[in-house]
């Protein structure tokens, strides 16, 4: 039985080295962005809203005006294949839950939700060997937040804002092998799982100025540290203590823009970095882009809908991280008005994530359907006062 498992470890080790499971990283980084900025390539970061929260930026919240609760859900489609096999995964994830609270000349205050990292993949392999590999969980973030505009007429347009991030989750992969000797009926399987656990925190600052018919805004993260803990378990064999170790949270930063030109329409961009090579092993700089375009209707309840509405379009990508994957992406969405009850916004994005590992290309092709539901109000006014 020895000699079993340890040839039955050798197999499984030559096929982990040829198959996506050499991707610990493998998974995908989530914006935390609203419901809008989806449908513009994840780039709305910087567009004045009334309602609007983000987990970096949040110094933009400063000139809210209306209290907002909102809550995404993003059902996904993904195929994954490289040169000898391929994948079909159904998916649905919430990405964000946050409120939003003005306090008039006192500032905001702002709260969230954020799965900033989820990880979800099956790979196998059609031969006798019945090799597996199946990835699951993530990592997401609690944010609180506040924000300050400036009162004073020198610098009028500019605010202030700080969150900090809890950072919570785990993700785990899973592999499985298994194997018939040629003199054995039975046949032997083995399952191996690397699990991961974070805990820790950090802070972000940002800044942002709007005036006119643009708004600029920035933000960086604050050095901060998050402990890992990886257990690994083995239906065959003893394992060690579970492995812990303390790293810096990712240092990055990030711009965004946007130009609000014509009666109706604007124009945003956003470009970030985020430095994971302090925290994942082989890692690069993640650097993320994004682009888009908005026609924002207006009018009363009495108008047609589609004078109301919003339509959007834009592209989005990435390069670096773990694993040194490329992302590109395109976009478009609408936002229907609800009257008292806010607004339903839905995005879709569609496109491909590559990588590669082993001197073999991964490719992951994606179709996304953000669905978002924004209600907005005045906090501690009954409708017949707002009227």
Sequence with gaps: MKTLTSLLMILAGAALSQSPSALVGWGRENTGVDGPSRGMGDAGAALRSDRAWDPSLTARSAFATLTALEAQVVPSLTWI????????????????????????????????????FSRSFEYSVENDTGYSLKGEGGAFEVVASYAYALPFEQVRGLAF???????????????????????????????????????????????????????????????????????????????????????????????????????????????????????????????SFGAGWQWKGGGDRYDDIWKRSAFRA??????????????????????????????????????????????????????????SLTGANRWGQSQRKRR
């Design 81 to 116: 294949e490289d040169d000898q096999t391929s994948n079909t995964i159904g998916n649905v994830e919430v990405p964000r839950l946050s409120v939003g609270i003005p306090l008039g000349g006192f500032g905001h205050l702002g709260a969230g939700y954020w799965q900033r």
């Design 161 to 287: 804002g700080a969150s900090y991030h809890k950072v919570m989750g785990r993700d785990r992969v899973v592999q499985q092998y298994a194997w018939t000797a040629p003199d054995e009926y039975n046949g032997v399987v083995r399952k191996d799982t690397l699990e991961t656990r974070r805990d820790g925190g950090y802070w972000t600052l940002s800044g942002y100025w709007t005036r006119g018919a643009f708004d600029v805004g920035a933000w960086t993260n604050l050095p901060g540290e998050i402990e890992l803990t990886r257990h690994r378990g083995a239906n065959d064999q003893i394992v060690g203590r579970d492995s812990v170790r303390t790293v810096d949270a990712p240092l990055g930063w990030g711009l965004a823009g946007a130009w609000r030109f014509l009666p109706k329409q604007s124009l945003v961009a956003r470009v970030a970095a985020d430095d994971w090579t302090e925290s994942v092993q082989g890692a690069d700089v993640l650097w």
């Design 314 to 371: 834009g592209g989005l990508g990435s390069v670096g991280g773990a694993g040194d994957r490329s992302t590109l992406a395109l976009t478009c969405g609408a936002g229907l008005p609800m009257g008292d009850f806010g607004t339903f916004d839905v995005s879709a994005q569609a496109g491909r994530t590559t990588t590669a590992a082993s001197g073999e290309e991964l490719r992951d092709s994606f179709v996304r359907l953000y669905v």
